[in-house]
C-alpha cells in the first residue's frame, strides 16, 4: 500500500498514477474522504474519553444532587464514547479496504500506455537466419516430440489443457537450468531458497496477488490457502511482521519453486506446446533494500537476468513495461524478451519489478536505521522460468537434423553433453 501522508499531501500525483494505469481514479477522493472521517473520528473520541477521565475523578469527591447530576453526564457520555469508538473503527476499517484496492505510485519515467506502449531499452544476440542455413525451423512442441523430452498428450489425458511432462533429456534440461541459475545467483551473492507452494492469505494479498491478478490464483477453500503463482510471495512474506536492522541490508534470496498459476485470461492464446501452462518451475531473485537504494538494485536485478540470458546464447531485448501493464504493486517494471523463431516474434522470458515501498506497508516489513524504524523496499526477478526458457533453447540453438547444441553454460550440468540428440522412435 502507499504512505497515507503522500496521499494527503500530493493527492494529484496519486490521481496521475491511477489514470496513467488505467485504474479507478475515483478512489483517490473516497480514500481521501475516508481518511479524514477516520481521523476527525479519532480526534473526536479522543476528547469524548479525556473529557469522561476527567469526570470520573470528580464523582469520588462529589456528593448529593451535584453526584447525580455527574453520574447521569458520565452515563450520557459513556454512550457518546462508545459511539465515537464505533465510528472511528468503522471508518479505519474503510479506509484500510480502500487503501488496500490502491495500486503502487508508477515511477515518473515509465511509458505511458497499454501493452504495446512499452519502449525499447536494448536488443542483444542475433537472429538467426535459417532460411539463408537451408532448413524451416521446428518449433518447440515438434522438437521436443523428437528429442523425446516433452510429452503434453499425456499431460492432458493425467491433468487437462495446458499441463505436461518433461521426460528424458527434457527432465534432464530443466534440471540443469535450475542448478546453473542457482549456481548464477549464489554466485552474485543470493542465499538459496527453497520455498513453500503454498501461502496463508495474508501471505498472498501482502504481496499484492489478490487484487487485479486474483482471477488467476488457485485456492484451496478447505484450507484457505493459496497456491503461489510465483516464489516472489513466500519470499516476501519471509519477513513478515519483522524489523531488519539497517546493517543486514540488502538481503538477497534466490527461491525455487513450483508455481501456478489458472491463467484464466488466455483462452486461445499459446495453446500450442508449454510456452503458457498452469504448472511450472521458476527461479526467482528477490531483494530487499532501503527506499533509496531501490532503483539501483532494480537495475542490477536486470544485469543479472541480461547475464543470464546471454550466458544461454539466445538473442533477447529488454523493454520498459507501460504504465497500464504494470503489476499492482510494481512501480517499474523490465521485461527481457527473447527471440522465438518459429513465431516470429520477441516473448517474455524474465522480468524484474520495484516495488518501492508498497509490499512491505503491506506486510509490515520494516528497517531500524539509528532508531530509526520505516519501512523498506521489496525488489524481484525471474532468473529463471524453466518452460519458456526450454523453448527458447529448444528453437534457437536447433539443427537441421532435430537436434540441439546446448549452450556452453548447461553443459557441466549435463554430463558434458554438447548436444540433445533425437531418440530413435
Not at 462529589?62 to 450520557?76: M, R, T, V, Y
Not at 542465499?191 to 504481496?207: D, H, I
Not at 519470499?235 to 513450483?258: K, N, T, V
Request: net charge negative; hydrophobic share 40%.
Amino acid at each position: 500500500m502507499i504512505d497515507l501522508r503522500l496521499l494527503r499531501e500530493d493527492p494529484d500525483r496519486v490521481r496521475a498514477s491511477q489514470r496513467a494505469r488505467g485504474e479507478d481514479v475515483a478512489l483517490v477522493d473516497s480514500l481521501l474522504s475516508a481518511d479524514e472521517r477516520r481521523r476527525s473520528s479519532g480526534v473526536r473520541f479522543d476528547e469524548l474519553r479525556a473529557e469522561q477521565k476527567a469526570l470520573g475523578k470528580l464523582i469520588p469527591k462529589a456528593s448529593g444532587d451535584e453526584k447525580a447530576e455527574l453520574l447521569k453526564k458520565a452515563g450520557e457520555l459513556a454512550t457518546a464514547v462508545k459511539a465515537a469508538d464505533a465510528e472511528r473503527d468503522a471508518a479505519d476499517a474503510e479506509t484500510q479496504e480502500l487503501l488496500l484496492q490502491l495500486s503502487n505510485l508508477v515511477h515518473p519515467d515509465v511509458p505511458v500506455g497499454g501493452e504495446e506502449d512499452f519502449v525499447t531499452l536494448e536488443t542483444h544476440g542475433t537472429v538467426r537466419d535459417f532460411g539463408a542455413e537451408g532448413f524451416e525451423p521446428k518449433d518447440h512442441l515438434e522438437l521436443g516430440q523428437i528429442l523425446g523430452a516433452i510429452d503434453v498428450e499425456r499431460g492432458a489425458k493425467v491433468s487437462g489443457s495446458r499441463f505436461y511432462f518433461l521426460t528424458g533429456v527434457g527432465a534432464l534440461l530443466e534440471l540443469a537450468l535450475v542448478n546453473a541459475a542457482i549456481a548464477q545467483a549464489t554466485a552474485a551473492g543470493f542465499t538459496p531458497m527453497l520455498t513453500p507452494a503454498l501461502v496463508r492469505p495474508q501471505s498472498m494479498a501482502g504481496t499484492g496477488f489478490l487484487g487485479q491478478a486474483a482471477q488467476d490464483v488457485y485456492h484451496l477453500d478447505k484450507d484457505d490457502l493459496y497456491l503461489v503463482g510465483t516464489s516472489e510471495v513466500p519470499l516476501a512474506a519471509y519477513h513478515m511482521d519483522e524489523i531488519i536492522e539497517a546493517d543486514r541490508l540488502p538481503l538477497r534470496y534466490a527461491g525455487f519453486s513450483p508455481c501456478f498459476r489458472r491463467e484464466a485470461g488466455s483462452h486461445g492464446k499459446d495453446t500450442r506446446g508449454i510456452f503458457r501452462v498452469h504448472q511450472f518451475d521458476k527461479v526467482e531473485m528477490f531483494s530487499y533494500v532501503t527506499p533509496e537504494e531501490s532503483q539501483a538494485e532494480h537495475q542490477r536485478l536486470l544485469e543479472w537476468e541480461k547475464q543470464w540470458l546471454t550466458s544461454l546464447e539466445l538473442p533477447f531485448r529488454v523493454i520498459d513495461v507501460a504504465s497500464a501493464d504494470l503489476g499492482s504493486s510494481a512501480a517499474r517494471k523490465y521485461d527481457c524478451e527473447a527471440w522465438i523463431p518459429t513465431q516470429g516474434k520477441y516473448r517474455e522470458l524474465t522480468s524484474t519489478s520495484d516495488c518501492t515501498e508498497f509490499q512491505s506497508r503491506r506486510l509490515q516489513i520494516r528497517v531500524r536505521e539509528d532508531k530509526k524504524v520505516r519501512p523498506l523496499a521489496t525488489l524481484n526477478g525471474t532468473l529463471c522460468a524453466v518452460p519458456r526458457t526450454i523453448v527458447a533453447i529448444l528453437e534457437n540453438h536447433q539443427q537441421a537434423d532435430g537436434s540441439v547444441r546446448v549452450p556452453e553454460v548447461l553443459r557441466p550440468y549435463l554430463g558434458g553433453r554438447e548436444l540433445l540428440e533425437p531418440v530413435a522412435k
